[in-house]
């Protein structure tokens, strides 16, 4: 009972130093992970995991819950604070449920629903037909241009008049430009819908404020918490006061039964980081460097969709370059060379989604340790010579060696004491 980890289960341990030595060694250019604090870390790891508390705040299904009461109190409040919004639900445990919560609460089977395309930028929860949200609610998809590979607010309009949707959701998973979420409520208001923002992406940045604010626009924002927000993985339902009830409700009993009390107590530790001005500076830099990092690859001669980044990621279009190379092999390739991304769709892609013609990536991890424009250019260099050089693994090795050379100049965390 009072053994610490390393002696309980020392495999385990092995498990974790070995993930803990990949990512002080590589470079993770995954834009929807994030380094926590250890502080959220800590929190993670606490007594609160042991508590049941189904419920809310003063109003549980189990007794001795004043303490987690304040626990959730304390990141409810943080969270209003941080967003400025009206009502916070802290509880989902993730982002796919916290976009069922939404619908849940605000829709009936059957009912419609706009939103982007997975293959365009979209996400799973948004009505991909082998999701929940693609079974149980009418999907009409909207994509990008063909031709500027932006959103066209006349096509969104269009498609509004023409379904009728009850709710339109505005947000994605893979586009790297801003929204602007004025012209999306004058949509909405033009056919009564209700309009949903899903900011999981780009959450540090509204916050931060370094993105255009969802909030005095949208009936509803969810978000996870684990992305640019840095903080541990979940996520929050933000929404008027109109729709508190039925949010809460639809989060539990809805669709939720205990809350994970210790990963409250960690997104509230986030939240309070999230208002320190190292944070602003800290999405501010992920900004610069995602625009450092696309001129480097553009400067490579790579195409990047949409021709570069206003946020935090950006997608690598291999068609232009690599006809014959998927995203697939790159993203094997450059790990390989030490650089983890992922491979993705691009709008209108010809290849399946688990092949892809691209690779995503975005620049919240390196900025967390501390890299800036200029390290940006040489990762922009490392990701060319990789793929130039694919057939080669001693050229792959040579890169690796630089990535780990760059890598040791930034380390992630200098004292992380929390398994022995
Ligand atoms: N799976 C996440 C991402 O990588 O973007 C979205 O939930």
Redesign the pocket.
């Known amino acids: 009972m009072n053994k610490s980890l390393n002696e309980a289960d020392p495999q385990m341990v092995e498990a974790m130093l070995q993930d803990l030595d990949r990512l002080q060694n590589s470079l993770t250019l995954?834009?929807?992970e994030n380094y926590t604090s250890k502080a959220v870390m800590q929190a993670q790891a606490s007594i609160l995991a042991n508590k049941y508390a189904e419920g809310y705040p003063a109003a549980r299904y189990y007794n001795g819950c004043q303490f987690v009461d304040r626990a959730e109190s304390l990141a409810i409040e943080r969270a209003k604070r941080l967003f400025g919004a009206e009502h916070v639900n802290v509880q989902p445990h993730a982002?796919n449920l916290a976009n069922m919560a939404v619908y849940y609460a605000l829709l009936e089977p059957g009912d419609t629903i706009l939103s982007m395309k997975l293959d365009h930028g979209g996400?799973l929860s948004h009505g991909l037909p082998q999701n929940f949200s693609g079974r149980y609610y009418n999907i009409v998809p909207y994509g990008v241009d063909a031709e500027t590979e932006r959103v066209n607010m006349n096509t969104i309009a269009e498609l509004a008049k023409e379904h009728r949707p009850k709710l339109i959701v505005v947000g994605a998973?893979?586009y790297p430009r801003w929204f602007d979420f004025a012209q999306w409520r004058e949509i909405a208001d033009a056919v009564g819908a209700y309009l949903l923002a899903d900011i999981?992406?780009i959450a540090g940045l509204i916050a931060a404020d370094v993105h255009p604010d969802p909030v005095p626009y949208c009936d509803v924002i969810t978000t996870?918490t684990h992305k640019t927000l840095r903080g541990p993985r979940g996520a929050i339902i933000m929404c008027r006061k109109q729709f508190a009830e039925a949010i809460d409700r639809a989060v539990f009993p809805g669709i939720q039964g205990g809350p994970f009390m210790h990963t409250i107590a960690a997104k509230g530790v986030a939240f309070k980081e999230a208002m320190e001005p190292a944070f602003k500076k800290y999405q501010n830099q992920i900004v610069k460097n995602a625009k450092a990092l696309a001129e480097g690859l553009s400067e490579n001669g790579f195409h990047l969709v949409t021709g570069g980044t206003d946020n935090h990621l950006m997608l690598i279009d291999l068609t232009a370059t690599y006809e014959q190379l998927s995203g697939r092999q790159a993203a094997d390739h450059l790990e390989e060379a030490g650089i983890i991304v992922?491979k993705n769709t691009i709008p209108f892609d010809k290849r399946s989604a688990t092949t892809t013609s691209g690779i995503r990536l975005g620049t919240p991890m390196v900025s967390a340790r501390g890299m800036k424009e200029e390290e940006m250019k040489l990762v922009a260099d490392f990701i060319s010579e990789t793929l130039q050089k694919r057939k080669s693994s001693k050229a792959k090795q040579r890169v690796r060696e630089k990535v780990r050379e760059l890598c040791q100049q930034f380390p992630i965390y200098e004292d992380l004491n929390l398994w022995s």
């Open positions: 995954i834009p929807s982002g996400h998973s893979a999981a992406h996870t992922n």
